[in-house]
């Protein structure tokens, strides 16, 4: 077997060659779409039933709306238009018919041309808002609090399987409020849920802030993301939340009689996080060997592979195995005993630490005979042998532990590589050489953010929330400034 | 308020409307697709939540595959292109641009035409055969079993909520087996898990059996079906499993090596079900009043309606009716408590009957001071009144007596509307007055099915599973048949 790349030899290969051994996802026969391979949607809808529940948890409802949007709804709100404009797909006849020249292909029937163009949603703003206008008459049908559980479709020319593909998975609330305040309050309450789970769940510590006005999403007053340091000190935007004050009630004429009967425009909110949450979360904690992942969203827990010579040997060790299996499962933990005959103790080592499987038990007849059983933790390859009895109890504790590891671990590591700079000239030689966060003061100019992005790549991923107030002067123009920003290149 | 409009006086103006008054759906800006409103989507996720359990059970995973098609894939198994391409959205282009004549509007840009159109999926076996060509190698990666969740699009001119939209949710099975046998087992299988499904959770009884050759999905050898009786008399087709033979490995070249190392081409099945199943739900069981819901599918189970004329005595029941609640949740059911302070209970008895809630309690200071409670069943509309102690036994107790009424029910009606014909004079009157289900022999030929349907707009629904062999004459053509088939109007 070839050896696998590292990260140190090429991080965007490690990545790519990960995603396809640990058999997460692979390139479609479909441009810039992905297939999601059975263990990484299993891990998807892990992250989809957590979540879910927290969304319900705060009150949100799920429903549905169509895939698809007439251009002339697309085009209501301008500038969320022009946003996406640039990447939609497009739907224009509604049948195919044979090919005259060739019976045995199809050709698009020139006579089923659309009267209107359907455009295949890049997000759904505009089709929700429309029905919202229907649903909303006075201050008792708000708050009205949805989530949409759906595929987007965003045609990108480059690609990488979960970080970036022309379809992704996703989920988008969308909320309408009687007050701005209220809707602030729940773009940050959404803000705040997506950091309990990237931080509990998928042991992923963020940046909590507020895009710059030229990086919100189009059609947003106020756009609140969650940033997450990559193991090659770049940035991904793990999830946004949109204060959409009131852009799209006015441009879909949504209005509420409030208690006094007078009408009002409605305020809005939109949330989302996608599957490029699988990206995050495998780039976060995996290393040269193959998936980390965080005990919470690991589909198989615990995978226990028996050591034998002999059918007889095999059944021996079988009987304790399955002992432990329903112990685990009696305990909430998802188990997997790997008696397949066909392969070998070592391949079956290196398979399951391909895939992540946070803890390894190994079972032979002479550990059982000494009442013994071999632990090996995935994250930290620690291996140990331990007394049989009562193992599901330490198992139960390395859950816990390993979750805890991986996000201590993760936060030491962006704690390593992010820092103040305050001189351009240093910040450009750094970004260059070592990558990573920058804490820097910027003039709030939209001038002075772009010169940075075109010198250096980098961006200004967010103005942080818990950022503490000082005077300084910005990086590039020595401008005043009351607080840092974040810069760093990113996905 | 208007009065409801009834089954009697026009079934399908009914249904419309109860899909509206209910929350269920509504038809969306995009012509032929709907919004699936929360109510609607919230028994959608308890259907899906339950089948997921069953297709793991039955050892099947989840995955996802593109929304798109590239029609050059698309047509490679002829019958099924043949079969779709009547109904297909084409996207042709991947870019909006502004107007020149108008800047506040958007066109297609006409240099973004795509080199190969994409068909949006109205069904995934094209895009999912093509994958599995990378997957399978040899006997060792057989039998694949797979599922995916996604949205479809089937373009329809006459849609109706549910029945027919142009997009849809389903699931899809599509599975690759060594022998034909174990083919044709799996499809079998997935029959009865889908016959589990709708009798023991839809309180459906369905007739099981196999379509004849001219009805078969585009592209199988065999399709079963489970067929449904509407309470108009109406056949409703509530889930298909297709055996697909060879068909699809031969069009995607998908072979595999047998022990020997002896190449052949794999066997297949794909099998769904869809957001049609809501429609069939909402028509067995449903009466004038509103939607009438099985237990295990209603996402309140149990409403408790307060009744009271003061703040104390909304008090002094709210401590009851809260002790009631946690009960019922710690047994598994689901409540709602409905103390809105907006809304009289005459009010909410309607919505909740609306909503078809199987059981309602209504707790009033001078039931309590007596120690009992008024409850009513949604689908007998008995009411009763009845100790609040141990009230929580006899309501987990209605749970299951509700869920089987409401089978032997629909069990009992369709009974009194299925009959043996053998005249076809007899026949086409009958079906015309009377419409329900008929047990006739047929020869088995397309040119007599034609008839029949050009004439009475009936179809031959399946040939059941169970049919008992008996010598008889097709009522058409008098030629010899051995088995009755099922032939009724259809959704």
């Given at each position: 077997m070839a050896k696998n790349t590292t990260r140190a030899e090429d991080y965007s290969k490690w990545y790519n060659d990960l995603v396809n051994r640990a058999g997460l996802a692979e390139n479609s026969g479909v441009r810039g779409c992905m297939v999601i391979k059975p263990y990484g949607f299993a891990i998807w809808e892990k992250i989809q039933a957590q979540l879910d529940i927290m969304f319900k948890e705060t009150g949100h409802q799920n429903a549905y709306f169509p895939l698809f949007i007439p251009k002339s709804l697309f085009e209501a709100e301008e500038k969320n238009a022009e946003g996406f404009a640039k990447e939609c797909a497009v739907v224009t006849h509604y049948r195919l018919k044979t090919d005259p020249t060739d019976k045995t292909k199809l050709i698009v029937?020139?006579?089923?041309?659309?009267e209107e163009e359907l455009i295949v949603?890049?997000?759904s703003e505009a089709i929700i808002w429309n029905t919202y206008k229907g649903w909303?008459?006075?201050?008792?049908?708000?708050?009205l609090l949805i989530n949409q559980w759906a595929n987007v479709v965003r045609w990108e020319m480059r690609t990488r399987l979960f970080?970036?593909?022309?379809e992704f998975l996703w989920q988008e609330g969308h909320t309408a409020h009687a007050t701005k305040n209220e809707a602030i309050a729940e773009a940050e309450q959404m803000l705040d849920v997506y950091t309990e789970f990237t931080e509990n769940w998928m042991s992923m510590p963020v940046i909590r802030g507020k895009k710059t006005e030229s990086e919100?999403?189009?059609?947003?007053?106020d756009t609140y993301c969650i940033e997450a340091m990559m193991q090659d000190g770049k940035a991904l935007q793990a999830g946004t939340s949109h204060f959409l004050g009131q852009n799209f009630a006015k441009a879909f004429d949504v209005k509420f009689a409030d208690k006094d009967g007078k009408l009002e425009h409605v305020w809005a909110t939109s949330w989302g996080v996608s599957t490029r949450l699988m990206g995050a979360l495998i780039m976060t904690h995996s290393d040269d060997e193959g998936l980390v992942l965080p005990p919470k969203l690991a589909p198989i827990q615990v995978v226990i592979v028996p050591i034998y010579k002999s059918a007889e040997e095999l059944e021996q060790v079988s009987i304790k195995a399955n002992e432990l299996v329903q112990k685990l499962k009696s305990m909430g933990i998802s188990v997997k005993?790997?008696?397949?005959?066909?392969?070998r103790p070592g391949w079956k080592f290196a398979e399951y630490e391909t895939k992540g499987v946070p803890v390894r038990v190994a079972l032979g007849p002479r550990d059982l005979a000494e009442g013994k059983a071999e632990i090996v933790r995935r994250d930290t390859k620690e291996k140990s042998v331990v007394a049989f009895d009562g193992i599901e109890n330490l198992i139960a504790q390395l859950m816990i532990d390993i979750q805890e590891n991986l996000f201590n671990r993760a936060k030491q590591f962006r704690a390593d590589n992010i820092q103040k700079v305050d001189s351009y000239d240093v910040f450009k030689e750094k970004i260059e050489k070592e990558g990573g966060f920058y804490l820097v003061h910027w003039d709030g100019t939209a001038e002075t953010e772009a010169l940075i992005k075109s010198e250096?790549?980098?961006?200004?991923r967010c103005i942080p929330l818990d950022s503490v107030e000082e005077d300084g002067k910005?990086?590039?123009?020595g401008k005043p400034s009351k607080h840092r920003v974040v810069v760093a290149k990113a996905y």
């Open positions: 029937d020139p006579e089923a041309k659309l949603r890049p997000t909303i008459q006075s201050y008792r049908d708000l708050p970080l970036r593909t022309s919100r999403f189009a059609g947003a007053d005993f790997d008696d397949d005959d066909n392969r250096t790549q980098a961006t200004i910005c990086m590039v123009t």
